[in-house]
């Protein structure tokens, strides 16, 4: 019993412990007030310039915290693409209020803040490897099963949109993160499968109770849509509200570093 007891002890620590950073970070934002019509929504400046990378193919993508209170408790990803020659990226997310067409082409900037709050970079895959991955990802974007469905908790929303691409393309790498309310939702008819990073596997009923087992999202349990665990490949703590303590997890290719490096040295040459 007094093992129970310490085991809820810690739980309940490390989720008050996640509440409070969630709720710290986004009060900030809440405080200023802005309307869905006055948020900034400008340029985070993290995106390469696709001009400049016209003969590179990219694949970004992004996280950043729901509007107003919801920040505290869950985010909204989306991605970008260009293929090698394009000089503009393509965005891919789910919007809810967009229903019954929810499925969003360009619906704002590649990397601009959402409605105030500031993106956070998850995947950044360049090269000629991409090439394939982009029509893997529009055949995925295609086959999404709730194009004209949307429900804010579980799912399916923005995040089973990108959990559904995690499982068709998992060269992608994709680790949503803890926070990402609705990634774990499954029919009640198919309730074991792949697990969203598309490197492991899956229990979930509807979103509100299962776990996961992957390579890239580690062992993670799911209460009422509330996740908790272990990262595996990149150690951190995975929690409820704040999304993940630990080391920088997201994936990113060696052309992506190599480019990075080249900058550098550009600059540093200057």
């Known amino acids: 019993m007094k ?9 309940l620590v490390l989720f008050s412990l996640s509440f409070g950073l969630s709720l710290a970070d986004a009060l900030p934002e809440a405080q200023k007030q802005h309307s869905w019509r006055t948020a900034p929504r400008h340029s985070a400046g ?32 989306w991605l970008i693409y260009k293929r090698a020659g394009d000089t503009a990226f393509t965005r891919y997310e789910v919007v809810g209020w967009r229903a019954p067409e929810v499925v969003q082409r360009n619906y704002a900037l590649p990397d601009g803040l959402w409605y105030g709050a500031q993106p956070r970079l998850l995947v950044d895959q360049r090269g000629e490897q991409v090439e394939a991955l ?9 086959s999404y099963p709730y194009a004209d469905t949307y429900r804010s908790y579980p799912g399916p929303n923005s995040n089973t949109f990108l959990a559904h ?8 790498r994709l680790d949503l993160p803890a926070n990402a309310i609705g990634k774990d939702y499954r029919p009640v008819s198919r309730p074991l499968g792949i697990s969203p990073s598309g490197s492991g596997l899956q229990l979930s009923v509807l979103g509100l109770l299962g776990m996961s087992l992957g390579w890239q999202e580690g062992l993670e349990f ?9 990262d595996l490949n990149s150690p951190g703590l995975r929690l409820p509200f704040v999304g993940r303590l ?10 992506t570093q190599a480019a990075d490096k080249d900058s550098a040295l550009a600059a540093a040459n200057q």
């Open 3 to 11: 093992f129970k007891k310490r085991i809820g002890l810690g739980l």
């Open 46 to 77: 993290i995106a390469p310039d696709p001009q400049q990378l016209a003969d590179t193919a990219i694949v970004q993508v992004y996280v950043a915290s729901t509007f107003g209170w919801r920040g505290a408790f869950a985010v909204h990803p």
């Open 134 to 142: 982009i029509g893997q990802i529009e055949a995925a974007i295609a």
């Open 165 to 172: 691409i995690g499982r068709e393309v998992p060269a992608l």
């Open 222 to 230: 799911n209460l009422l849509g509330l996740n908790f665990g272990v």
């Open 246 to 255: 630990g080391f920088n997890d997201a994936s990113v290719s060696n052309a």
